[in-house]
Every structure is written in C-alpha cells, then in structure tokens.
C-alpha cells in the first residue's frame, strides 16, 4: 500500500471520527406524560446544558411516553421531532404533518392512553448522506398470541418503518412513508436497537426473533434498507421476554440483552458484517430482579450497569471473567416517589452519566455521576435529578452516536472503606454542599455519621438508616473536617474538604 493511499485513508478516518464528534442527535431527551395538570407539556431534558436543563415543552393534547419513547436533533442538537409508537411530533409540540396513526392494529388502542407499551419498541435513524430523511423503526402488536401453545398474551409481528422528510411545513418535517413493513415474522416485545456501521455512515438495526436466539440485522444506507439477516447464537429465549433492555456497548464491540427470566447475554459485534460471536449468558435469580430489568454501558465501554428492580449491578467488560467482576453498587433505599423509586431503565447520556427511571410514575431519575470509575465509586445517586412533573417508566431510546476512551475522573474522589460484609463508600471528596454514604450490603445496623472541624468540635451528626443517605453540609464554611462513621462493630475515619 502506498503512502498516498495510506494519507487518503487516515484523512478519511478522521473525517468520520470529527463528524461522529459533531454529532448531538440525542441531546434532547424527551420523557413523562400530559396528566401532570399542566395543558399539554411533556418533559424536556436538554443536553445543550451542563448541567442538563430540566424544563416543560409544549406537546399534542394526551400525549405520553408510558413505553416506546425516541426523539431526533439535528446535528448541533436542537429538537427535530419526538414520537411514543403512536404519533410524531415536532419541535412545535404539534402533530407531524401525516404523523398521525402509526402502528396500525391492536397497538391503537393503547395509543390513546399511553403509547406503544413496548420497551424499545422504537428507534429513529438519520439516513446516511442525507440533511433531511429520517427513519423511524417500530413493532406493532398484532401476534394472535393465544393460537400458539408456546406463548403468553399479545406479541408483535411486524416492524414498521416511517419516511420523515425534514424539508416539508416549512422545516417542521412530515411524514412521506407510513407504516411500511421491513419483515413480517415473530419479534420479541420490544428491545429495538442500532449501531453505526464500520464506514461510519450506515446503520445496522437490531431486532430479536421471538422464541429463539436469533435476531435479524437490517442495514441502512443512503440507498435505502437493504434485505434483513438474520444471526442465530447464544442463548434460546423463552416466551417471557418483556420487561427486558438491550444495549450496544459505545465502542460498538459488545451486544447486550437483558431480564430476568433469561439473564444477562452479551455478544462480541462486528459492526463491519453485523455478526454476532462468542455469546456469554450469566442467570439471575428471578427473586433478585423480579421482573424488572435495564442495561447501560459507560461511556469508556468498560462498565457495563444492570438495574435489577431493587439493585444496580456493575460488570467490568474487560475482565478475564465478566461474572465474577459483579459488584453491587447500589440498592434502594425504601423510598416512594410516590410509589416505589426502585431501578429500571437506563441510558448514557451525552453528559456521561447514566440515568436510570424507575417502574410506575416518579418525580425523580436516579443517576450515575462517573460510570467510567470501579464500583461504588461510580457514585450512584438516587433520585439524583429533579423532574417537573411525572415520568412512568421511560428512558429515550438511542443509538450511540459517539465514544470516550477517558478512565474514571478523579477530580471528585470517592473514600471507599472495608467495612463488615461489604464496602462503604463516601463521595464526593471534595464536597461544595452534600455529602453521600453508600453501604449496599447494609443489613438492619443503623451508622452514626458525625463531622468535626479542625479543632475537633462536633460540627454535625447524623443517623445513617439506608443503603444510600444524603448528607447536607452546605452551612459549613469552606475547610478540612474530620469525618467519623461508627457502626455496632466498626469505626472509620477520614477527611473531607468543604470547598466553595
């Protein structure tokens, strides 16, 4: 190979790697549901922000985001459309030109309560070399279930696709392909995914077979979609593949899908050929989970996330052996938000956390502040991210539209300490107002916190009675204290800073 073919091909390679960069499609998270009393808004969260901007955007009457959610920005991020299964809308909060009635069948008679209930039950896709078609990839939920002896209630048949043309009602878009079929056959109940391909412009689509191990890879270029494959390995799943939540790792080498009753799978991915490889499945008991399940991969694709109902789990993808590097890195804290804030499904988001949204309705996401960092070190904060009004279940669902090679930021440090059966871990260090104490293996034993100043005066003490407790120091002057954690057989020590 010569030199000038050889420069041809690194400059071709940091093109793709500069426009994958300028990319910020996901930046607009749309989530909730219109019953909150307010006339027709939806939750918006805004990643042009740092931190993310939290706010009310105006939406169709009724519209809610109870089970399929995806949304589109363009390539600096601002708000092209969203859509839950049933109906697309645009950046005015106003019905897509011809956006109206997607997924036709028994789906509609959800759509005017909720949405299409599916989990990932859609995805929306730029088409490559294009400044205005978009794809938008849904199931339907039209599997005459109950005439087949090996399946339980309602399942999909069809995957759906939708044409937007971005360039019609004067840049607000509308719909000139509706409801066209990509593969008639038998699907799982939700878990639609994407990757980009290899050449950094195409675009794989994922979606599981029902009943099997097998999954079918539909590619989209700027011709068009090209005739599904369809890859058999690994585990064979059961009938009860709902409450599940697949994921490709953002280096795009790992494939995951996960819930309880067919455990965590991860495939090696070739996103040149789509083939999936050396499958690996690790069982969870269902008493565990019960039936509640999400997957996330750090940004730095190392640390993959399970939400496990009342536990989030944290795997090292790199380690020699991926189950034994299991470690528990939360666990919820008994409190109702209204109902109960346990974990669900999650996302990275462009920021680098991971948020996670918990089961029936909440005012809160729980959050995962460093996911590139080993265990309780992550810092995982439940609740830790206010909402305006209520969300049911939801997380966006996106393909990654980049990567971070970065390790764990250390400019916020976690003391992680020995303790009993298992770790405590306090963060962050340095502190500007709220302190966390992290203890997933606690047991019933209530910890005493207490701080003292530099001279040794007793400053403040507090109760420790969950897993994970927030710790206000915000009327402290800025400083170094003494922290001292006393348990019924243990005592730890350390320093914190109180900065500005």
């Not at 999936?276 to 969870?284: D, K, R």
């Not at 440090?413 to 059966?421: K, L, M, P, V, Y």
Request: glycine share 8%; hydrophobic share 35%.
């Amino acid at each position: 190979m010569n030199t000038f073919r050889i420069a041809n091909i690194m400059a071709s390679l940091l093109l793709v790697l500069s426009l994958r960069g300028q990319e910020k499609r996901d930046y607009q998270w749309i989530i909730g549901y219109d019953y909150s009393g307010l006339p027709d808004q939806i939750i918006s969260m805004n990643f042009l922000y740092s931190p993310v901007f939290v706010s009310h955007i105006p939406t169709v009457s009724r519209f809610s985001m109870e089970g399929s959610n995806t949304s589109m920005s363009d390539p600096e991020g601002k708000l092209l459309f969203y859509s839950n299964g049933c109906k697309i809308v645009n950046a005015k909060g106003k019905l897509m030109l011809n956006g109206d009635s997607i997924n036709p069948g028994l789906m509609q008679g959800f759509c005017s309560s909720g949405g299409s209930t599916w989990r990932q039950g859609i995805i929306a896709l730029p088409v490559p070399k294009s400044d205005r078609l978009y794809y938008i990839f849904n199931l339907d939920m039209d599997q005459e279930a109950y005439i087949y002896t090996n399946y339980y209630g309602v399942a999909p048949e069809r995957l759906f696709y939708q044409v937007i043309d971005m360039s019609l009602d004067s840049g607000y878009g509308g719909v000139i392909l509706k409801n066209q079929i990509a593969i008639k056959d038998t699907f799982a109940r939700g878990n639609i995914s994407a990757a980009r391909h290899a050449n950094g412009k195409d675009w794989w689509v994922i979606v599981p077979k029902s009943h099997t191990n097998c999954y079918f890879l539909l590619l989209l270029t700027e011709q068009g979609l090209q005739p599904p494959k369809l890859k058999c390995v690994g585990h064979v799943w059961s009938d009860k593949d709902s409450g599940a939540q697949a994921t490709f790792s953002p280096d795009l080498k790992k494939y995951i899908r996960f819930n309880a009753w067919n455990g965590l799978n991860i495939y090696d991915f070739d996103n040149a050929t789509g083939e999936l490889s050396n499958p690996i499945q690790i069982t969870f008991p269902n008493d565990t989970i019960n039936y509640i399940a999400g997957a996330s991969v750090s940004s730095n694709s190392r640390f993959l996330y399970l939400s496990a109902r009342r536990r989030v789990y944290q795997f090292d993808l790199q380690a020699p052996d991926i189950e034994a590097s299991k470690i528990k890195v939360a666990e919820w804290d008994g409190t109702y938000d209204p109902y109960p804030s346990i974990f669900y499904l999650s996302a990275l988001a462009p920021d680098g956390k991971i948020y996670i949204s918990s089961t029936s309705s909440h005012r809160h996401l729980h959050v995962i502040e460093r996911p590139n960092c080993p265990g309780l070190s992550c810092q995982l904060v439940q609740r830790g991210l206010p909402l305006p009004s209520f969300n049911f279940a939801t997380i966006p669902n996106f393909p990654h539209y980049r990567m971070s090679n970065e390790g764990c930021d250390t400019t916020n440090h976690t003391d992680e300490i020995a303790w009993d059966n298992g770790t405590l871990a306090l963060y962050p260090n340095p502190t500007r107002g709220e302190l966390w104490v992290n203890y997933p293996d606690k047991g019933s034993e209530n910890l005493i916190f207490r701080l003292h100043d530099a001279y040794g005066r007793l400053v403040y003490e507090q109760r420790i009675v969950e897993p994970l407790s927030r710790i206000d120091v915000s009327f402290l002057k800025p400083g170094n204290y003494m922290y001292l954690i006393e348990g019924y057989k243990m005592t730890a020590s350390g320093k914190v800073l109180k900065i500005e």
